[in-house]
């Protein structure tokens, strides 16, 4: 059974661009989660998708924003780009087990320069 | 206050010890409590999860929960070399899958 995908692992950007992240989850989960995690701060939620709903949302300004489709997939996109989005994005997969466990991808680096 | 606390470390300990993790909380609506291990580079993975208080053990792992006092902890016995990583502590309030995280302990195991 495939784990997470996220894609694309690694990204640089500049201040005040856009990126799109990918993330495809373990086949049968349809809850989706991504977190932002930083040296500092941690492992820090962003939002969450269940069946193309956004069941929960995180502390981060309007520049995030994420989706989900019919067939679980799901995109974040962070706009106008700031230095402090530097992070490791990980993807999470939820579903099936009732244990509530997530199981993450390998991330998307993203750094902004 | 951070809500979900952890100590960073390093808790360094010789090798065949046991390793004690605490973490504690300030939602006294939580419900789920996951322990997750966090090699370097690589993405965190689940250890254990307990939702009742007491203790649950799963091999060399233990995991306690007190509601009461607010805390989860994580005890790790014959410790080998190889469960050096960083253990974060994650939290989830009833009904929600807002998972809120710790910023981790990191062990290092000393062979």
Known sequence: KAGVTQTPRYLIKTR??????????????????????TPGQGLQFLFEYFSET?????????????????????????????????????CASSGGTGSGELFFGEGSRLTVL | QKEVEQNSGPLSVPEGAIASLNCTYSDRGSQSFFWYRQYSGKSPELIMFIYSNGD????????????????????????????????????????????????????????
Request: charged share 15%; proline share 3%.
């Open chain 1, 54 to 90: 956004q069941r929960n949302k995180g502390n981060f300004p309007g520049r995030f924003s994420g989706r989900q489709f019919s067939n679980s997939r799901s995109e974040m996109n962070v706009s106008t780009l700031e230095l402090g989005d530097s992070a490791l994005y990980l």
């Open chain 2, 56 to 111: 649950k053990e799963d091999g060399r792992f233990t995991a306690q929960l007190n509601k009461a006092s607010q805390y989860v902890s994580l005890l790790i016995r014959d410790s080998q070399p190889s469960d050096s990583a960083t253990y974060l502590c994650a939290v989830a309030p009833s009904g929600t899958y807002k998972y809120i995280f710790g910023t981790g302990t990191r062990l290092k195991v000393l062979a």
């Open chain 1, 16 to 37: 005040g661009q856009q990126v799109t992240l990918s993330c495809s989850p373990i086949s049968g989960h349809r809850s989706v989660s991504w977190y932002q995690q």
